[in-house]
């Protein structure tokens, strides 16, 4: 006597969403989605260790594979692919206001590996345009069993969370090479005690958050103190309660923006021309063009110059 048999997708889909159970933290609602279609299994809400709910919510397509992830371990860090993804659902993923994470669960292994989607997307643009699937580049490290990968994964998503202010601040750091340069040059060794004149001031605030939101997204080190910890101590050195910044107090920002502009600039050069070049040329081609001209280029090398950063 024949009998239905159930397939063999069912039972790696039910495998891996019991894995998702078993390892997700604790402080994670897991909401599965009846409708999976349109490439969407559940949505997961990270909560504070608190139990505090705060709206931090991702989206995220979960792909059990029963063979184990190869590994390449030539380099520091092993890394490999995740399963083909048609390109019409990327590009789906990629247009949800909701960040997108890719969620590979590794069977045989019992671990589960993410990838953010959009950025995935952004870094081979040229393959969206061409292919009918790609595959996300996956790291042994981002795991949901790593402390490291548990930890990394709200950063990954209010990076993407926040992905178009990272873009208006990298367009304002290119776009203002000069005038941010010699801002941060002129305003340096002044008299001290004198309070920052307003235009200076904010000026000053936009290219401290500029510097800032790129450092971030580009993932260079960023050891300045905040905005507000820098009033404070402008307020604990001057004891003035009507004055917000003085000159010694931006005199002192600035020498610390300054060691880390050029490198700024330099990587969100390398962002627009090299890494994302497909994407910025599709989705700003004059920005695009006007960075690959090499005027950008010639500015830069001029500023590492003046700041004794080019070898002899």
Known sequence: MRLPKRPETHIIEAESWRLLQSIAPKNWIVREVTERDYGIDCYIEMCRNDGEITGDLISVQLKGIKNAISWNSSSTIPTARSPSIKVETANYWNNLPVPVFLLVADLPSKDIYYVSVEEGVRNQYDKVLKQDSISFKLVKELSLSSEVGVALLPWFYMKERNHNNFVFHVTSLLSHIQPFSEFIRSNQMRDCFMEVELE?????????????????????????????????????????????????????????????????????????????????????????????????????????????????
């Open 200 to 312: 200076q001031h904010l000026q000053f605030r936009a290219i401290y958050e500029t510097c800032r939101t790129a450092a971030i997204y580009l993932e260079n080190q960023w050891d300045i103190e905040s905005l507000g910890e820098l009033y404070k101590k402008d307020r604990d050195e001057w004891k003035d309660q009507y004055v917000y910044l003085h000159e010694r107090t931006l005199d002192y920002a600035l020498q610390k923006i300054e060691e880390v502009f050029p490198r700024l600039v330099r990587k969100a050069l390398k962002l627009v021309t090299d890494s994302q070049s497909t994407y910025w040329l599709h989705k700003d081609p004059v920005f695009y063009n006007l960075c690959y001209s090499g005027e950008f280029e010639w500015s830069l090398k001029r500023i590492e110059e003046e700041l004794g950063l080019t070898k002899a």
